[in-house]
């Protein structure tokens, strides 16, 4: 085999964040042929980070569409990869991580007996409802799969525990990669919104990002609810809040959270403005799964805004804190950083269990091992 063609296919702004450094260590070696393409599950949000990194597409399936459904997706995906996977006829198609753009496109090479490498692979939480339908797409990738790239040695215990053991690397998590590139000593922010609001700011920064689908409704509201009693409460500390342009979100957040003193709703922020505004915050509070991971390397400790979490190393290391959605604990554990310096150190200074930054290579040399190329 003189060169591995590698399809890398995704479709949301988190997974693009974390496969843009993969796909761009690709371009140094030589016995590699990387293709990209887009599904679209993501539009102008995904596009941003795509020209952030500097990767040029191949194909964009283009599927986004007014109210899309996870049924729309899923089926726009199957049928759309098809004809790409027949012309490109990769020899490996790469997919990351729990969209149902990584499970549909999985599902297709699967139909097409092209193998599937899975990047951000064994993350659980054993509840399929939880996140949804997160969970539930990670786990089934995780059966059509023929190489599995886990971050962590937890993430690959959880694969040994459903017997998947044979072509299973730990690799460190790729967004710790991608940090390199974004976050800046010297960094200029791009939103007018965010300029505005970080010249006048003296307070300490309080990040915040909610808005996946299982919190949509009361646990929402009882999470904005904790954030009016704590920028109540606290004359020091200022709320930013990139509000996801979801109208179940901006519904919600805006109805509880507009117009308070101290807290900044704004537009979502390209992912380097959201890198460094992440690095000069305070602390992070959020529902984010990659936001765990990111946060931790610029030291500053997370709040996750979920009842469990599939990150359970993070946990363990001390570098995030679980508070559900339950509106007094939410409260509690952001008190309780903000005002107990012991505790906020102890957090800030733990070690970051995913990874040194080097990621792709790992991967690259796993998929080149798996090839029988030197």
Do not use: W
């Given at each position: 085999m003189d060169k591995i063609k590698v399809m890398s296919v995704f479709g949301t702004r988190p997974e693009a964040i974390k496969m843009c450094p993969l796909v761009k260590k690709m371009r140094e070696y030589e016995q590699?042929?990387?293709?990209?393409?887009l599904t679209g599950q993501h539009r102008e949000m995904l596009q941003q980070v795509i020209d952030i990194f500097q990767v040029k597409e191949d194909y964009n399936l283009h599927i986004m569409k007014p109210s899309q459904t996870l049924t729309s997706i899923t089926t726009d995906v199957l049928t759309l990869m098809g004809p790409v996977l027949e012309k490109e006829k990769p020899d490996i198609v790469l997919v990351h991580g729990?969209?149902?753009?990584?499970?549909?496109?999985?599902?297709?090479?699967?139909?097409?007996?092209?193998?599937?490498?899975?990047?951000e692979a064994g993350l659980r939480t054993y509840d399929k409802y939880a996140p949804f339908p997160e969970e539930m797409n990670r786990t089934l990738t995780s059966r059509i799969a023929d190489l599995h790239f886990a971050p962590t040695e937890a993430n690959k215990e959880c694969l040994a525990r459903e017997n998947i053991e044979k072509n299973v690397f730990v690799t460190g998590n790729t967004v710790i990669d991608a940090l390199q590139t974004t976050i800046l000593r010297d960094y200029k922010y791009k939103s007018p919104?965010?300029?505005?609001?970080l010249n006048d700011m003296r307070e300490r920064i309080l990040l915040v990002t909610a808005h996946r689908r299982e919190n949509w409704g009361q646990p929402l509201r009882n999470?904005?609810?904790?954030?009016?009693?704590?920028?109540?409460?606290?004359?020091?500390?200022?709320?930013?809040?990139?509000?996801h342009l979801n109208p179940k979100v901006r519904d919600t957040v805006f109805e509880i959270l507009g117009n308070r003193e101290r807290i900044h709703l704004i537009d979502p922020i390209d992912v380097e403005?959201?890198?460094?505004?992440?690095?000069?915050?305070?602390?992070?509070?959020?529902?984010?799964?990659?936001?765990?991971?990111?946060?931790?390397?610029?030291?500053?400790p997370v709040v996750v805004l979920r009842n469990e979490t599939e990150r359970q190393e993070a946990i363990e290391a001390g570098t995030v804190r679980l508070a559900g959605t339950d509106k007094k604990k939410i409260f509690r554990e952001i008190s309780a950083l903000l005002e107990n310096q012991e505790q906020y150190d102890r957090m800030a200074e733990a070690i970051n269990p995913y990874g040194d930054g080097h990621?792709?290579?790992r991967i690259i040399r796993a998929i080149l091992q798996y090839f029988g190329v030197r």
């Open positions: 590699i042929e990387s293709v990209v393409c729990d969209t149902t753009t990584s499970f549909a496109v999985a599902l297709a090479a699967y139909y097409q007996q092209i193998p599937v490498g899975h990047v919104e965010l300029i505005r609001i999470i904005c609810e904790a954030l009016c009693e704590i920028a109540e409460r606290y004359e020091d500390v200022a709320v930013i809040y990139p509000v403005d959201m890198h460094n505004l992440m690095a000069k915050s305070y602390l992070v509070v959020t529902d984010s799964g990659g936001i765990q991971e990111e946060a931790p390397s610029c030291g500053v990621a792709s290579e």
